[in-house]
């Protein structure tokens, strides 16, 4: 069964709230960590960031995102669940991008998991943003 | 015999389109060139090639109905 990694706009902050209520049936975990990206206002030549406009290969951003949920957990076995979501379209400054929230009996695994989510989506995630300035104008980001 | 060809970020600016087909183009490599001459500016551009969603160096024989996408350095997270 395939699984929807992108959201069209900001991640609605009801999202985060409900995964921590979905687990509160989930009693053989002691510990969430989170990543939350936020679309940062950032200066360039004087002009403000407004707001980020993500494209993805959709297709490759499924598979991509298996392979990073399926090497968390073969990694880590104290990790009970790893949810991946990343925004396509226009995400305002201040708005939310990314979310990688893992769950775990103790907290350690659950901070190593989501760190280690983190950097292969860096790296791995086929998707492209656009920084969009208050001039209207813009510029294309990589990841270093 | 079609292949479709897809672009990203910035090489969409640069090609004008996200996507387009090719026709009795039998291997990567040809591919590759028909692409060049299409749109000659993509040569200043860096990025990696995808065939049927996984990355790929060097030549490679295409069948019909192959998606190959020109990938750009990544900026997701």
Redesign the interface.
Known sequence: MSENYLVDGPIPTSFIASYIEAFAFRTDAGGHSFFI?QVRADILDNKKVIAIE????E??VE?EADNIKSRVLSEFNDVKSITII?SKGLVKAGEVS?AVMVSAGHRQQAIQACSLA?EM?????????KEIYEDDSYS????K | MEVKVLFFGVLTEVTGTACKHYFDVFNLGDLKHRVIDDFPEIVHYNFRIALNNQIIDGDHELQSSDEVVYLPPFAGG
Not at chain 1, 54 to 57: C, E, F, H, P
Request: charged share 20%; net charge positive; no cysteine.
């Open positions: 990206g993500y494209s993805a290969y297709s490759m598979a990343h990314l983190v989506i860096k790296k791995n995630l086929p998707v492209w943003k294309w980001k990589e990841n």
